[in-house]
């Protein structure tokens, strides 16, 4: 199965565009977690096992594990969501980007070591660093197109010679040259719904949006939502991170998190109309 039938059959079945972050964060673990040998691991399945009921897929975020010296808990993670919800797309965000030969060990990485079924990429060095991704034809490959961050702006905004912010021309690239075997997606952040937009119409029904910015970076669900559907209100995995993993420091943090889960996929729906 390819990653975009997985999260296809995953937004059907789950009814869920929502996709919750893995950004484990030691300092804001509940006491009760803090004292496992392997808290990581312990936080994050905590946390998937809470919410799995109301999301489309897990994204890890790599520099949360590979700071504390944690890629085998995060291996261990990985094994554990493919094995427990085989249904539930993995998503490693990594944002890569090298020349081709380092390149092949990255898509390595996500792909074989972590066994992702899809990994965030950046395109600044052009096609020949998105290649070796694109070798491994069943896996998705996500492409940094206009973030959520403030200074997303610098660079994304600059215009071509034809006047297209660069952000649109990633766009119309993937779109139109990379995606070979129909597995690429973008990353537009829901802080920018009128790039989002944008981005939506350029691409086309097909190719998924990863969105994050929503939850603790202030994105709007509604706006969100109306800009970055597709014709079949699917298209996108909306990403919510520290307001789901980090909805309460106590005892009760699963339901917390679970509760805020629930929450935002209804939120989600209820704009899908
Ligand atoms: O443009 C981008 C690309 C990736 N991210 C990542 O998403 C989550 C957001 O976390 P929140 O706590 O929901 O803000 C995080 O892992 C980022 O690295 C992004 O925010 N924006």
């Known amino acids: 199965m390819t990653f975009t039938e997985k999260l296809e059959a995953a937004w059907k079945n789950s009814n869920s565009?929502?996709?919750?972050?893995?950004?484990?964060?030691?300092?804001?673990?509940?006491?009760?977690?803090q004292q496992s040998k392997q808290a990581i691991f312990d936080f994050c399945k905590g946390i998937i096992d809470a919410t799995a009921p109301y999301v489309c897929g897990f994204k890890p975020q790599i520099a949360y594990f590979a700071s504390e010296s944690a890629e085998e808990q995060l291996a261990a993670l990985c094994d554990y969501i493919h094995k427990t919800y085989p249904h539930l797309p993995l998503v490693l965000d990594s944002k890569r980007g090298d020349i081709g030969t380092t390149a092949e060990h990255y898509a390595k990485e996500a792909y074989k070591r972590y066994q992702a079924d899809a990994v965030t990429v950046n395109p600044y060095m052009g096609f020949d660093s998105i290649e070796p991704y694109l070798a491994w034809q069943n896996k998705g490959v996500i492409i940094l197109c206009r973030t959520s961050n403030p200074g997303?702006?610098?660079l994304q905004f600059?215009?071509?010679s034809s006047g297209e912010p660069l952000y649109l021309h990633v766009a119309s690239l993937v779109a139109e040259?990379?995606?070979?075997?129909g597995q690429c997606g973008l990353v537009v952040g829901a802080t920018f719904p009128e790039e989002l937009?944008?981005?939506?119409?350029?691409?086309g029904d097909d190719v998924p949006l990863l969105v994050p910015g929503i939850g603790a970076q202030g994105g709007d669900i509604n706006s969100t939502v109306q800009a970055g559907k597709n014709t079949r209100s699917t298209g996108m995995m909306i990403n919510s991170s520290r307001a789901i993993l980090y909805a309460s420091s106590g005892d009760d943090w699963q339901e917390a998190a679970a509760a805020v889960a629930m929450q935002t996929r209804d939120a989600i729906n209820a704009a899908r109309g």
Request: aromatic share 8%; proline share 11%; hydrophobic share 30%.
């Open 17 to 33: 565009l929502l996709m919750v972050g893995l950004d484990p964060d030691p300092n804001r673990f509940p006491p009760c977690i």
């Open 152 to 154: 997303g702006s610098d």
């Open 158 to 160: 600059f215009e071509s």
């Open 177 to 181: 040259k990379w995606n070979r075997h």
């Open 197 to 203: 937009k944008k981005v939506r119409e350029r691409v």
